[in-house]
């Protein structure tokens, strides 16, 4: 079915998004691995532009997991020369007003190389002024390692005795977290029905669509379609 865009009248504040097919549509193409996370990089840029036109006022994005740091090194060298230019891309895009966003990578990103992480902290540093759109890029993450840090961090407070057990609460342990915020749906591409450690805790209530497409496929169509069934499942919840 055919969801018309201008139709869309309200969005998810909050939509996290898993990237999945890149290798996949890079191997149907006949191309080296790095050439899908181009393309795939290139879409992400897109969404970002269609998600602020139809109203979505934070994004997370999947973008390289903790165990995407095993991937041959030929395709890591390559992914992270990706970074490099997207980050570079996304300095370009946020000196027009229109595209003013807040960029923060999250995870653990003492892992990347040296130049990696200055590049993103010049992004996060530049596009820090910005409230009124997040995107949050998940790089270097897991929902697992990101639970253990908050939990550690918990633990260190209690131990100094600035935090008592009894004041843990579930607010608590989200602002511990890299992403605090709980989205409203997330969308997976690549055909895959699962989560693969994505936003575990903060997911607890998404509604989650899962779409056959690779994410180099995935279109503002996409997107509106998701939104579209988003809204009437809130209403059917609502007993509208």
């Not at 379609?225 to 209403?235: A, E, P």
Request: a positive charge.
């Amino acid at each position: 079915m055919v969801i018309m865009v201008e139709n869309i009248k309200k969005a998810p504040k909050h939509i996290g998004i898993i990237m999945d097919g890149n290798r996949r549509y890079a191997k149907k193409s006949g191309k080296l691995p790095w050439t899908g996370h181009e393309v795939g990089a290139k879409n992400m840029l897109n969404t970002i532009d269609w998600a602020k036109e139809l109203g979505v006022k934070q994004l997370t994005f999947y973008a390289f997991s903790t165990e995407n740091f095993k991937r041959p090194k030929l395709e890591f060298d390559n992914m992270m020369k990706l970074f490099i230019r997207l980050a570079n891309k996304i300095l370009e895009k946020v000196k027009e007003a229109k595209n003013a966003i807040c960029i923060r990578f999250v995870g653990l990103l003492h892992l990347f190389p040296k130049h990696v992480r200055e590049m993103m902290r010049k992004v996060m540093d530049a596009t820090r002024k910005f409230k009124d759109f997040v995107v949050n890029i998940a790089v270097g993450y897991g929902a697992r390692s990101e639970l253990i840090k908050a939990f550690k961090s918990l633990f260190t407070k209690i131990k100094s005795g600035k935090l008592s057990i009894e004041q843990i609460d579930e607010q608590m342990v989200s602002k511990e977290l890299f992403v605090s915020s709980e989205p409203e749906m997330i969308i997976r591409t690549g055909g895959a029905k699962r989560l693969s450690n994505f936003l575990l805790w903060q997911a607890s209530y998404s509604e989650i669509y899962f779409l056959d497409k690779l994410w180099p496929e995935f279109s503002k169509q996409d997107l509106a379609y998701c939104i579209n069934d988003y809204n009437s499942n809130v209403q059917i919840n609502l007993g509208k």
